[in-house]
């Protein structure tokens, strides 16, 4: 395992950096994304196998994390699974090949981007800037998901929902999204979104009746165009629905995108 990076100011005073880990095998690839997020001003720390991501997560409390999906060991759909129940970090999975992002397809990845290999660093950064221009999900103080083991971080039970008249609420049918305390609920239940599935649930249910076109949740949701993007909502479309329950909410409309089901 490999750190980097510390800041300071001209008064000589450190400053609070972001923090990035790198799961990585390859040893090129992890020292091109290394140097591309430590130019971003992250403080990097690099692995080499999934466990050892785990492992690390539970002290490092990063802010992003790159995750190859063809680890040694464990691969990453599994240790993207395991993190999420430690961190709630942006997590860029970075594949093989174009066509394996069509094998995530369904899977219950918890990555909020997808990213084909070769990519350009140019490519990279853009993603990162894109995704910190997202609110994190669980914010816990400055935004950062409570250290394992720290008993006063233990979160509360969810509370019924009930939104301060400024916040925006929206309805459909059986769910309620309290848009700035970033909480959804299907009847009296909450939902256990990602920031993704969160912010896809949002747009539809601002405009219900409107059918939107992968392209334009890419751009909406993600602030991204590539052409090549529109598998990630298919999907996270597909893990939402999951989440969603019983019954046809979210509707795909053949040919076009989806919008909310008619009630």
Request: aromatic share 4%; with cysteine.
């Amino acid at each position: 395992m490999s750190v980097t990076g510390s800041m300071t100011n001209g008064s000589g005073t450190t400053t609070e950096e972001r923090r990035a880990l790198v799961v990585e095998d390859d040893e090129d690839i992890r020292a091109l994304i290394e140097l591309s997020l430590q130019s971003q001003g992250f403080a990097v720390t690099t692995v080499d196998n999934g466990l050892a991501g785990v492992e690390t997560i539970r002290t490092l409390d990063p802010d992003l994390v790159t995750l190859d999906l063809g680890l040694p060991g464990i691969d990453g759909i599994e240790t993207c699974r395991r993190m999420r129940e430690l961190t709630d970090a942006y997590v860029i999975m970075i594949t093989a090949r174009d066509e394996e992002i069509d094998k995530l397809l369904g899977l219950e990845t918890g990555a909020d981007d997808f990213l084909a290999k070769p990519f350009s660093v140019r490519e990279l950064k853009a993603r990162v800037n894109v995704l910190f221009r997202r609110p994190r999900r669980l914010p816990v103080g400055e935004g950062r998901a409570p250290a394992t083991g720290d008993p006063a971080a233990t979160p509360p039970a969810p509370a019924a929902p009930a939104a301060p008249p400024s916040h925006e609420v929206l309805d459909h049918g059986p769910l309620r999204v309290d848009v700035d305390g970033r909480r959804a609920f299907r009847d009296d239940t909450e939902l256990t979104l990602t920031r993704t599935e969160f912010d896809l649930l949002t747009e539809l249910m601002r405009s219900p009746a409107r059918v939107w076109s992968r392209e334009s949740l890419l751009r909406s949701v993600w602030g991204t165009e590539w052409a090549t993007d529109t598998h990630l909502v298919e999907v996270h479309m597909g893990n939402l629905r999951r989440k969603l329950g019983a019954g046809r909410l979210i509707h795909t409309v053949r040919g076009v995108g989806y919008r909310m089901e008619a009630l």
